[in-house]
């Protein structure tokens, strides 16, 4: 079978995109894997299918890591999801909704970025009681449309993110459906960076969007920094976390803006 996709580029979290707005396609977590496959494949974090809307939403959106299992939501996704779809409506209007696992979502073409209205954070924890082996940080914990586990650091670029994060992403208090795990540093107040340890790709990645959001909440939270605050990533872009408090810890109307790109389309025989 000879599968058409897209390829988008979400602040260097990279995706494949498929347009499955007739259902058409009943993709295996094997074919999505290989799709994946930065050898053998395509290449990407992750995959984004386009389907149909099943609540009133423009679009509902499906997205699986490159493991090929579904997970909830993806935030660098999301924004890649909605310049996407944009493009397939009639008058390429700047705002579209869509359904998701976590709740769903509205994107905004801002300029040159798309901006998320993101689901509500939840099961926020201050302190987990969790810890790793060399790794002398307290661990946060959020659910920011999926599992997310937040450490401060000193130091990020001396930080062993695959040996830490896989620790934490496999640590028995998170069993079993595991968590991305973020560690993050303040460069200033109200300008943090990032580095992500990502579920399902089992791999640092370059950038993580619901991972972004869980570090500046948590930011936040430790050093009142108000919003929005601004989140250097791996890949070299900074991007931009708008939220509310609601609560000592709960937040709403939370927001990431930053860049989604059309990079190249292609075949691919399955
Ligand atoms: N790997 C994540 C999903 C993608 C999250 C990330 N790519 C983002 O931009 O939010 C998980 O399995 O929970």
């Known amino acids: ?3 058409h996709f897209y390829k988008m580029n979400g602040a260097g979290n990279d995706f494949v995109v498929v347009d499955n707005r007739d259902l058409s396609l009943k993709l295996t977590p094997e074919q999505i ?37 579904e997970a909830e939501m993806c935030g660098n996704g999301a924004r890649c999801f909605g310049r996407f779809t944009s493009a ?51 661990l946060h914990s959020v659910n920011t449309g999926v599992p997310h586990v937040v450490a401060f650091v000193d130091d990020l670029a001396a930080t062993d993110v695959v040996r830490n994060g896989a620790a934490i992403r496999y640590h028995e208090r998170f069993a079993p459906k595991g968590t991305n795990a973020n560690f993050a540093q303040v460069l200033d107040p109200g300008h943090i960076a990032i ?16 991972g972004m959001v869980a570090c500046a909440l948590m930011h936040h939270l430790n050093d009142g920094a108000p919003s929005p605050i601004k989140v250097d990533v791996k890949g070299g872009d900074t991007l931009e976390i708008g939220f509310e408090k609601t609560g000592e810890n709960s937040f709403a109307k939370v927001t990431l803006t930053g860049p989604a790109d059309f990079v190249f389309e292609g075949d691919i025989e399955l």
């Not at 894997?33 to 995959?47: K, N, S, W, Y």
């Not at 809307?53 to 997205?63: L, M, P, Q, S």
């Not at 580095?195 to 619901?210: H, P």
């Open 195 to 210: 580095r992500t340890y990502e579920r399902g790709v089992e791999d640092e990645t370059l950038a993580c969007g619901t």
């Open 88 to 138: 397939l409506m009639e008058g390429e209007p700047d705002q579209v909704t869509f359904e998701t696992i976590a709740g769903t979502l509205a994107a905004e073409n801002v300029e040159e970025n798309v901006r998320i209205a993101m689901s509500d954070p939840f099961d926020l924890v201050m302190d987990t009681g969790a810890s790793v082996d060399g790794l002398d940080a307290t």
């Open 33 to 69: 894997e290989f799709i994946c496959d930065r050898h053998r494949g395509v290449g990407a974090d992750g995959l984004l299918a386009v389907e149909p809307a099943e609540h009133g939403a423009d679009f509902k959106f499906r997205y699986y890591n490159a493991d090929g299992g």
């Open 1 to 3: 079978m000879l599968l």
